[in-house]
Each structure stands twice: as structure tokens, then as C-alpha cells.
């Protein structure tokens, strides 16, 4: 089934692209494409990236209706195939989207909250949901799509149990803790800045161009980038510990209860996606380092991005491994105890 979805979402947006190449219009990448400057497929003209785009993706959508058939592949075969689909789930994931997602996850709660206000002013949202960042965000979600049927196939197709990937994906250790402590850290660095432009602190700044952002009141929306770094590295740390998988005592109408697992794990895959995306749309921009050179301090924290990504990631799969409940298929699992507590699988 996981398999046919991903087909399904393969051969959609890959007849999309036969669409673009044959009308010449639509592409949403490339010189044309918004945000252009920060995305690696900046240079990337619609003649050739949309082909590209539909050969890439119809070819994706018949390895993986080969997958959902359950006859047995040749080594050299699989190997082909989980190659090719695992760099087209990397290109949805990591290449196709650039900086857009993360900084609309960053700033949304402000045009949620500052909506029925008028605030931030002269805001114009056909300049924030644009067609090119629709398709970043349905990239996203292909990719996961695709990965998800992948992973299961590799599951199913190597003697581990396709739902939970048991015994191929086992209990978690103590780089769990520590990958969290990182994913913790790192967005603390770059809120550090923000908060101190906004206190008129020239923390990597010229007196100047802090002057500027503060007469501009673009402090603000690097402050609200900060607290929502500082919220997420909180949440971050709820990974390893305790209210992290039961909600506080101060949490009217939820004290007590089990934290779904997903509420933690599918926030913090996205958000692990977008900081990777991110950062290579940041490595992939030449102005990047140019201004690493003249705002070393201010720009710095961003170079670490990429291990935040990893980090976070594998917070995540350790979060998830120490709580996933008994199997429907392989029964119990393993037993590894957990870094804080494993709750009994009837609590899900």
C-alpha cells in the first residue's frame, strides 16, 4: 500500500512536469522561480528541468509499483533501485526545497497572531504562499511518501518486519541523549544573536546595519525567529525526558496522559527536513560566504545547521525507537529499556 501511495504522488506530479515541458509554463524552479537566489536549482532553465523533473519522477513511479508487486528482485536490481529512489527522496527533501519553508515555519505563528491586527504592516501573503513554495511543500510531502514506502520495502525485503523494522531497528543508547543535547544547543547560538540585535547589542553587526534593521523594525522579526528557536530547543529536550512522554500536572485536561507519539516525532522530522534544506540552499548560495566573511559572528551559528539536522533526526529515531509500542505483525519487539521509561504498548 505504502508503495502504491508513493507511485500514485510520483506519477501526479510527474505528469505535472509533462505538462510544464509540453506548455512551456508552470515550472516553478529555476531564473523564474521565487526565491531563486537561494535555491540550489537557481540556474536550473524550465527547457530543462522540467523533462528532467517528469523522466525523473515517472521512472520513480515504476520502481515503485515493481516494489508494491512482492516478487522477488535480483541483488543487483534492488540495489539500482533503492540507489535511484534514495537520491530522488534526498532531491524532494534536501535539493528541491530552499530556505522558504523554514523561514515560514519560523515566522508563522507572527502572521497567525499579528493577522486579525494588521501586523507585521504592509505585509503582502501573495509574496509569502507562492506557487513555487506549493511546490516545495507537496516536494516535501512526496518525499516522505517515497521514503516511507522505501524504508518499508528494505524492511520487508530483508528479513525484518516491514510495519516496525524490528530487528533491523532496535532500542536506543546513550547517542540518543547526546544527539538531543546537540539538536538542543545549536538553535540556542543563532537565538543568541537575534535577542541581542534586538537589546542593541552589535553582536556580529556594524553599529550601522544594526541600525538599520532597528529603525527598519526587522529586529522583531529576528527576535520572533530567536524565540521560536528557543521554543523548539525546549521541545527539543522533551525528547529525553519524562514530560516529554506524559503531559505535565499543568496541563489542564491532558495532565497525565501519554504525549502521542507523533506529536513529537512528525514536528521534529520536519523541522530536521527544513533545517537541512536550508543549509543546503545556504552552502549552495556564493553571497552566503561573502557575508560569512564581513558578518562572521551573525552569520556563523547557520554553519552549524547541518548538525543540527543530523542531530535532530536522530533525537528523533531514538525518541521513536524508546516508545514505539508492541507490534501488530512481530509481536513485543525488544525489550531495551529506555533512556526515561517505556511505557506498556496498551497506552497508545
Known amino acids: ?22 506548455t512551456g509554463h508552470g515550472f516553478p ?3 523564474g522561480g521565487t ?3 537561494t535555491s540550489p536549482l537557481r540556474a536550473l532553465p524550465a527547457e530543462v528541468g522540467a523533462p ?31 540507489t535511484y529512489l534514495g537520491v530522488v527522496v534526498t532531491a524532494l527533501l534536501v535539493v528541491i526545497p530552499d530556505t522558504s519553508l523554514l523561514t515560514l515555519t519560523g515566522y508563522l505563528p507572527i502572521l497567525i497572531i499579528g493577522l486579525p491586527f494588521g501586523w507585521p504592516p504592509d505585509i503582502d501573503y501573495s509574496t509569502v504562499f ?29 528479513g525484518a518486519c516491514e510495519d516496525c523494522g524490528r530487528p533491523a531497528l532496535r532500542g536506543t543508547g546513550s547517542w540518543a541523549r547526546w544527539a538531543t543535547y546537540v539538536a538542543a544547543v545549536i538553535p540556542l547560538l543563532y537565538a543568541a544573536t537575534r535577542f541581542a540585535w534586538l537589546l542593541g547589542i552589535p553582536v556580529g553587526l556594524t553599529e550601522d546595519t544594526l ?21 523548539g530547543a525546549i ?4 525528547l529525553v525526558q519524562r514530560w516529554g512522554e506524559v503531559f505535565p500536572s499543568w496541563m489542564p485536561g491532558l495532565a497525565g496522559k501519554r ?34 566573511t564581513s558578518d562572521t559572528v551573525a552569520v556563523a551559528p547557520m554553519l552549524a545547521w547541518p548538525i543540527w539536522s543530523v542531530a535532530l533526526g536522530t533525537a528523533t529515531l531514538g525518541y521513536y525507537l524508546r516508545r514505539r509500542p508492541a507490534c501488530r505483525k512481530c509481536g513485543p519487539g525488544d525489550t531495551t529499556p529506555g533512556l526515561v521509561s517505556r511505557p506498556q504498548a496498551g497506552a497508545y
Do not use: H
Open 52 to 82: 528532467l523533473f517528469a523522466g525523473v519522477l515517472l521512472l520513480a513511479a515504476v520502481l515503485l509499483l515493481i516494489m508494491s508487486g512482492g516478487r522477488p528482485v535480483p541483488r543487483p536490481a534492488r540495489i539500482a533501485m533503492l
Open 29 to 31: 524552479y529555476g531564473p
Open 1 to 22: 500500500m505504502a508503495q502504491k501511495l508513493a507511485a500514485g504522488w510520483a506519477a501526479l506530479y510527474g505528469t505535472l512536469a509533462l505538462v510544464w515541458s509540453v
Open 211 to 231: 541600525r538599520e534593521l532597528r529603525e527598519s523594525g526587522a529586529v522583531w522579526a529576528g527576535s520572533g525567529l530567536g524565540a521560536f528557536a528557543v521554543v
Open 35 to 37: 526565491r531563486s537566489e
Open 235 to 238: 521541545l527539543t529536550l522533551g
Open 130 to 158: 507562492t506557487w513555487t513554495l506549493a511546490n516545495q511543500a507537496f516536494a516535501v510531502i512526496g518525499g516522505v511518501l517515497l521514503a516511507r514506502a522505501v524504508l518499508r520495502w528494505q524492511f520487508a525485503t530483508s
Open 259 to 292: 504525549v502521542p507519539i507523533r506529536l513529537a516525532t512528525v514536528p521534529a522530522t520536519l523541522v530536521a527536513i527544513f533545517v537541512m534544506s536550508a543549509s543546503v540552499a545556504f552552502y549552495a548560495d556564493p553571497v552566503f560566504f561573502d557575508t560569512l
